[in-house]
Protein backbone atom coordinates (compact mmCIF):
# COMPACT_ATOMS: atom_id res chain seq x y z
CA UNK A 1 0.00 0.00 0.00
CA UNK A 2 1.36 3.38 -1.26
CA UNK A 3 0.75 4.97 2.54
CA UNK A 4 -0.91 8.58 3.38
CA UNK A 5 -2.30 8.55 -0.41
CA UNK A 6 -5.78 9.00 -0.74
CA UNK A 7 -7.91 7.69 -3.29
CA UNK A 8 -11.39 7.27 -1.94
CA UNK A 9 -12.46 9.47 0.59
CA UNK A 10 -16.18 8.95 1.96
CA UNK A 11 -17.25 11.87 4.58
CA UNK A 12 -20.61 12.34 6.85
CA UNK A 13 -22.18 10.20 3.92
CA UNK A 14 -26.12 9.46 3.61
CA UNK A 15 -28.09 8.41 0.78
CA UNK A 16 -32.03 8.74 2.30
CA UNK A 17 -34.58 7.21 -0.48
CA UNK A 18 -38.29 8.33 -0.07
CA UNK A 19 -40.44 5.22 -0.07
CA UNK A 20 -44.47 6.40 0.78
CA UNK A 21 -43.75 8.67 3.83
CA UNK A 22 -41.23 6.97 4.96
CA UNK A 23 -37.32 7.57 5.02
CA UNK A 24 -35.25 4.97 4.46
CA UNK A 25 -31.03 5.14 5.05
CA UNK A 26 -29.90 2.80 2.34
CA UNK A 27 -26.48 4.87 3.44
CA UNK A 28 -26.09 5.94 7.10
CA UNK A 29 -23.11 8.57 7.95
CA UNK A 30 -20.62 6.20 6.03
CA UNK A 31 -16.90 7.66 7.00
CA UNK A 32 -14.05 5.57 5.10
CA UNK A 33 -10.96 6.27 3.67
CA UNK A 34 -8.92 4.04 1.16
CA UNK A 35 -5.75 4.85 0.25
CA UNK A 36 -4.00 3.85 -3.15
CA UNK A 37 -2.49 -0.06 -2.97
CA UNK A 38 -5.07 -1.65 -0.61
CA UNK A 39 -7.38 -4.11 -1.35
CA UNK A 40 -10.82 -3.67 0.76
CA UNK A 41 -13.57 -5.99 0.45
CA UNK A 42 -17.17 -4.37 1.11
CA UNK A 43 -19.26 -6.95 2.51
CA UNK A 44 -22.98 -7.26 3.78
CA UNK A 45 -25.94 -9.37 3.16
CA UNK A 46 -28.13 -8.11 0.95
CA UNK A 47 -30.38 -5.06 1.93
CA UNK A 48 -27.09 -4.12 3.95
CA UNK A 49 -26.31 -0.67 1.46
CA UNK A 50 -23.27 -2.54 0.14
CA UNK A 51 -24.25 -2.18 -3.85
CA UNK A 52 -25.63 1.59 -3.11
CA UNK A 53 -22.48 2.28 -1.55
CA UNK A 54 -20.86 0.48 -4.48
CA UNK A 55 -22.87 2.74 -7.01
CA UNK A 56 -21.31 6.16 -4.98
CA UNK A 57 -17.74 4.90 -4.88
CA UNK A 58 -18.59 4.33 -9.15
CA UNK A 59 -19.58 7.46 -9.14
CA UNK A 60 -23.26 5.38 -10.70
CA UNK A 61 -25.26 7.45 -8.15
CA UNK A 62 -24.58 10.66 -5.65
CA UNK A 63 -25.03 10.69 -2.17
CA UNK A 64 -28.14 12.35 -0.90
CA UNK A 65 -25.51 14.74 1.68
CA UNK A 66 -21.88 13.97 2.56
CA UNK A 67 -18.90 14.20 0.46
CA UNK A 68 -17.39 11.81 -1.89
CA UNK A 69 -13.72 12.45 -2.91
CA UNK A 70 -12.21 10.59 -5.31
CA UNK A 71 -8.55 11.01 -6.41
CA UNK A 72 -8.52 14.50 -5.31
CA UNK A 73 -12.10 15.45 -6.69
CA UNK A 74 -15.62 16.18 -5.14
CA UNK A 75 -17.93 13.85 -7.02
CA UNK A 76 -20.84 15.61 -4.96
CA UNK A 77 -21.00 18.67 -7.19
CA UNK A 78 -19.55 16.71 -10.73
CA UNK A 79 -22.25 17.32 -13.67
CA UNK A 80 -23.54 14.10 -15.37
CA UNK A 81 -21.26 14.25 -17.72
CA UNK A 82 -18.26 14.87 -15.35
CA UNK A 83 -19.28 11.78 -13.36
CA UNK A 84 -19.30 9.72 -16.82
CA UNK A 85 -16.00 10.67 -17.29
CA UNK A 86 -14.95 9.38 -14.39
CA UNK A 87 -16.43 6.09 -14.79
CA UNK A 88 -14.83 6.56 -17.80
CA UNK A 89 -11.23 6.98 -17.07
CA UNK A 90 -10.84 6.61 -13.35
CA UNK A 91 -12.53 3.59 -12.11
CA UNK A 92 -12.68 -0.01 -13.99
CA UNK A 93 -16.15 -1.88 -13.35
CA UNK A 94 -15.60 -5.94 -12.94
CA UNK A 95 -19.03 -7.14 -12.87
CA UNK A 96 -20.65 -10.58 -12.13
CA UNK A 97 -22.60 -11.29 -15.30
CA UNK A 98 -19.24 -9.97 -17.32
CA UNK A 99 -21.48 -7.46 -19.44
CA UNK A 100 -19.88 -8.69 -22.36
CA UNK A 101 -21.24 -7.65 -25.75
CA UNK A 102 -21.96 -10.95 -27.67
CA UNK A 103 -22.01 -9.13 -31.18
CA UNK A 104 -18.46 -8.02 -30.68
CA UNK A 105 -15.08 -10.65 -30.67
CA UNK A 106 -12.73 -10.25 -27.41
CA UNK A 107 -10.71 -7.59 -28.47
CA UNK A 108 -13.62 -5.32 -29.58
CA UNK A 109 -15.40 -5.56 -25.99
CA UNK A 110 -11.79 -4.75 -24.24
CA UNK A 111 -11.31 -1.91 -26.39
CA UNK A 112 -15.27 -0.66 -25.87
CA UNK A 113 -14.47 1.87 -23.18
CA UNK A 114 -11.27 3.46 -24.70
CA UNK A 115 -13.64 4.25 -27.70
CA UNK A 116 -15.42 5.91 -25.40
CA UNK A 117 -12.43 7.59 -24.47
CA UNK A 118 -11.68 8.81 -27.67
CA UNK A 119 -8.22 6.73 -28.03
CA UNK A 120 -7.27 6.28 -31.53
CA UNK A 121 -7.79 3.14 -32.66
CA UNK A 122 -4.03 2.47 -33.19
CA UNK A 123 -3.36 2.90 -29.55
CA UNK A 124 -6.97 1.17 -28.15
CA UNK A 125 -5.87 -2.11 -30.18
CA UNK A 126 -2.78 -2.08 -28.58
CA UNK A 127 -3.71 -1.56 -25.14
CA UNK A 128 -6.69 -4.15 -25.84
CA UNK A 129 -4.39 -6.67 -26.92
CA UNK A 130 -1.96 -5.97 -23.86
CA UNK A 131 -5.17 -6.18 -21.43
CA UNK A 132 -5.62 -9.42 -23.14
CA UNK A 133 -2.60 -10.72 -22.60
CA UNK A 134 -2.34 -9.52 -18.69
CA UNK A 135 -4.96 -12.26 -18.72
CA UNK A 136 -3.52 -15.03 -20.35
CA UNK A 137 -6.01 -14.66 -23.43
CA UNK A 138 -4.13 -12.57 -26.10
CA UNK A 139 -4.31 -15.38 -28.55
CA UNK A 140 -8.16 -15.60 -28.11
CA UNK A 141 -8.45 -12.09 -29.29
CA UNK A 142 -10.87 -12.65 -32.10
CA UNK A 143 -12.56 -14.90 -30.43
CA UNK A 144 -16.95 -13.92 -29.54
CA UNK A 145 -17.74 -14.49 -25.83
CA UNK A 146 -19.96 -17.11 -25.90
CA UNK A 147 -17.19 -19.45 -27.38
CA UNK A 148 -15.35 -18.75 -23.56
CA UNK A 149 -15.72 -20.36 -20.61
CA UNK A 150 -17.19 -18.33 -17.46
CA UNK A 151 -14.20 -18.10 -15.91
CA UNK A 152 -12.10 -16.79 -19.24
CA UNK A 153 -15.70 -14.26 -19.56
CA UNK A 154 -14.65 -13.31 -16.14
CA UNK A 155 -11.10 -12.68 -17.40
CA UNK A 156 -11.77 -10.31 -20.07
CA UNK A 157 -14.10 -8.39 -18.07
CA UNK A 158 -11.10 -8.02 -16.19
CA UNK A 159 -8.62 -7.04 -19.20
CA UNK A 160 -11.51 -4.69 -20.20
CA UNK A 161 -11.21 -2.96 -16.47
CA UNK A 162 -7.43 -2.40 -17.27
CA UNK A 163 -7.45 -1.23 -20.37
CA UNK A 164 -8.03 2.49 -19.55
CA UNK A 165 -5.49 1.85 -16.84
CA UNK A 166 -8.01 3.23 -13.89
CA UNK A 167 -6.82 4.28 -10.63
CA UNK A 168 -9.75 2.16 -9.07
CA UNK A 169 -10.69 -1.70 -9.71
CA UNK A 170 -14.41 -1.84 -8.60
CA UNK A 171 -15.67 -5.63 -8.22
CA UNK A 172 -19.31 -6.20 -7.87
CA UNK A 173 -19.24 -9.81 -6.69
CA UNK A 174 -16.95 -11.04 -9.24
CA UNK A 175 -17.14 -14.58 -8.81
CA UNK A 176 -21.09 -14.78 -8.23
CA UNK A 177 -21.77 -16.79 -11.30
CA UNK A 178 -18.68 -18.88 -11.19
CA UNK A 179 -18.09 -22.04 -9.98
CA UNK A 180 -15.89 -22.96 -7.02
CA UNK A 181 -12.94 -23.91 -8.78
CA UNK A 182 -13.09 -21.04 -11.33
CA UNK A 183 -13.94 -18.65 -8.78
CA UNK A 184 -10.42 -19.64 -6.85
CA UNK A 185 -8.78 -19.16 -10.41
CA UNK A 186 -10.51 -15.49 -10.45
CA UNK A 187 -9.83 -14.50 -7.08
CA UNK A 188 -6.08 -15.57 -7.30
CA UNK A 189 -5.94 -13.65 -10.39
CA UNK A 190 -7.69 -10.43 -8.69
CA UNK A 191 -5.09 -10.92 -5.97
CA UNK A 192 -1.93 -11.18 -8.42
CA UNK A 193 -3.49 -7.78 -10.37
CA UNK A 194 -3.08 -6.53 -6.24
CA UNK A 195 0.24 -7.33 -5.76
CA UNK A 196 1.25 -5.79 -8.86
CA UNK A 197 0.15 -2.02 -7.35
CA UNK A 198 -3.39 -2.25 -8.27
CA UNK A 199 -6.64 -0.46 -5.66
CA UNK A 200 -9.32 -2.59 -5.53
CA UNK A 201 -12.49 -2.36 -4.26
CA UNK A 202 -14.65 -5.65 -4.03
CA UNK A 203 -17.95 -6.22 -3.08
CA UNK A 204 -19.42 -9.39 -1.87
CA UNK A 205 -21.79 -10.77 0.20
CA UNK A 206 -19.79 -14.25 0.65
CA UNK A 207 -17.42 -13.49 4.04
CA UNK A 208 -15.35 -16.57 2.85
CA UNK A 209 -14.65 -14.36 -0.42
CA UNK A 210 -13.85 -11.32 2.06
CA UNK A 211 -11.54 -12.83 3.53
CA UNK A 212 -9.27 -12.99 0.55
CA UNK A 213 -8.63 -9.10 1.07
CA UNK A 214 -6.83 -7.69 3.31
CA UNK A 215 -8.43 -5.33 4.25
CA UNK A 216 -12.60 -5.58 5.04
CA UNK A 217 -15.60 -3.09 5.74
CA UNK A 218 -18.40 -5.03 6.85
CA UNK A 219 -21.77 -2.79 6.62
CA UNK A 220 -25.29 -3.43 8.33
CA UNK A 221 -28.53 -1.53 7.73
CA UNK A 222 -26.46 1.11 6.21
CA UNK A 223 -23.68 1.84 8.40
CA UNK A 224 -19.57 0.77 8.63
CA UNK A 225 -20.17 -1.95 12.02
CA UNK A 226 -16.65 -3.29 10.85
CA UNK A 227 -13.13 -2.31 9.48
CA UNK A 228 -10.22 -4.25 9.81
CA UNK A 229 -7.55 -6.85 8.64
CA UNK A 230 -8.82 -9.99 7.17
CA UNK A 231 -7.54 -11.55 10.68
CA UNK A 232 -9.52 -9.41 12.81
CA UNK A 233 -12.87 -9.90 10.26
CA UNK A 234 -11.74 -13.78 10.86
CA UNK A 235 -11.63 -13.88 14.44
CA UNK A 236 -15.08 -11.18 14.74
CA UNK A 237 -16.83 -13.82 12.79
CA UNK A 238 -15.70 -16.89 15.38
CA UNK A 239 -16.81 -14.42 17.98
CA UNK A 240 -20.75 -13.86 16.88
CA UNK A 241 -19.99 -11.21 14.31
CA UNK A 242 -23.49 -10.82 12.47
Request: glycine share 8%; net charge neutral; proline share 2%.
Amino acid sequence: MIENQKLIELINVYKIYLMGNEQVYANDNINLTINRGEFVAIVGKSGSGKSTLMNIIGALDKPTSGKYILNGRDTFTMTDDELAEIRNKTVGFIFQQYNLLPKLNLLENVELPLLYAGISNKERQRRALESLARVGLKEKYANMPNQLSGGQQQRVSIARALAGNPSLLLADEPTGALDSKTSREVLNFIKKLHSEGNTIVMITHDNAIALEAKRIVRIKDGQIIFDGTSDEYKEAIEQGLK
